[in-house]
């Protein structure tokens, strides 16, 4: 073979270095054939060689086809380098190896951004489902209803986090694919070379793509739905929305009780999250009327002499001590008989507003996340001693007549109202508002 | 010619050829050159891109104690062919407007 023919071949290969085998072979094979072709219908060797481009601008031109074309086929950023390192090669001009760079950076940037979200979203699947159906699980097997439920909700929310994920997928992909096309363009400006791949490439290979992520897209809409028609028919998500936007639950069975005053000198109270209403008058006797939520159990008792209420969960309902944080509108009304003077009444709960509407002392409230309303009756009458109030807030504010009060202190907010008398009121709520008003001095 | 509108022509030319039979990359690349002023080194990224779309198909026989690889059409390809016909009508009518060689005229 003629040796500037050899050279050629030679040159050309060591530039394919790093292309796939057969593809390299494929070239090589092409201009192997091709001279023996052109030497054998009497050409001359030295006129072949000049009607071709230099070995190294041709296998630029071969590898920069061979790239997009893997772009196109699996539009990820391995093959997106590929096309990247082949690229830059052919670039010599400051202006345009700064654009490059600039459209390489900006490219990276966004598909790592985007790949992280998807892979964020796909890993949110991986633990919203399993920690709904652990949930679930903790659920008593009577409440066959908001088990299903539970995992229904946590199907749905699986379900948009997929949807989520293949959004995210699905604009990582085009955006690999256009960066991949503009840099397919910056390599062939200037050069005679022919190929508008880019184009012809989108119309066979989006077909087949948009049959495949279809699918995946349909699977994420049955899913979704089918997670969401489980959780609405057991009706799990309606009773979540009735807590969560402070309205009253639908289903509630009011329990009454009445003690003498007689025979209990205190009373205690706990909620998990049902609000407390402390009120004053109507009755001899001291009178708790209990709106129960189905989703609660309660327990009362005296306790030597002191009436004790405590709320719990019966399991019913997924994520209780998050559910918890926010108030039940049912409620606890506890009427105390006016000029009753108490031992003591302790109020707690966890996430429910404590309302104070009566004048018995010494109070006690207290509250992680609910409200405290203080409001002492403004004709409290002169026999009352006037009472002396300590409020303290971590994280929430104390309001005195629509009024930011208190001072800040090592614990958070702190306001106290100092009177000769004894009794008081202690109010403490470590997240929520403390609000007085109709104050007496 | 513009390179643009060459690199659009360069396979409907490649496929129309090989409509008159089979044919190798050298007298393929020949027949392209006399048709028009490109690069004889850009017949090969053309074939290799068309025959991964389908659009040709590729045979090897034996010629005078060696290896020769044949291009052949293949029914897809026979159909963008019809597609390139369709547009380049088109183009045909306003290449033929601009030029004022309408008959009408």
Known sequence: MDDRIKSFLDTLAANLDGLAEDEKKEALDYYEEYFSDALEEGADPDEVLSRLDPPEKIAAAIRAETSIRLVHNDPGLKNYSKLVRSAHIGLTRPLSVLMFSLLIFTTYSIAVILFLCTVISAAAVCIILPAAISEALKIPSMYIGEMAGTIGMGVFASGIFILVAFGFYMLYRPLIRVSADLVFKMMKKGSKNAGSAAEVHRDIQGKTVKRRTGKFFRAGLIITAAGLAVSLASGLPVKLFLIFNSMKPADITVIKEEFGTGEASGISIYTEHSNIRLAEGGSENIRIEYEKADWLDYDIKNDNGRIVFTERSNGRLPLFSLVSLHENRAGLVISLPSGWKPDSVDLESRGGTIDIESGAFPVDAKTYTGTINLKVPADGGSDRIPPAISARTQKGTVLIRDKTSGASTGYGTEYELSSQGSPTIRLESARGNIILSNTQR | ?105
Do not use: W
């Open chain 2, 1 to 105: 010619m513009d390179a643009q509108m060459k690199k659009g022509l360069l396979d409907a030319c490649v496929l129309h050829i090989l409509t008159k039979g089979d044919t190798y990359g050298y007298k393929l690349t020949r027949e392209i050159t006399d048709l028009m002023d490109v690069s004889e080194s850009s017949l090969y990224p053309v074939l290799r891109r068309l025959e991964t779309q389908g659009f040709l198909e590729t045979y090897s026989a034996e010629h005078s104690g060696r290896l020769r690889r044949y291009y052949r059409i293949t029914g897809s390809g026979a159909g963008r062919l019809t597609e390139y016909k369709k547009e380049l009508a088109e183009l045909k009518r306003i290449v033929d407007f601009i030029t004022g060689g309408d008959a009408n005229g």
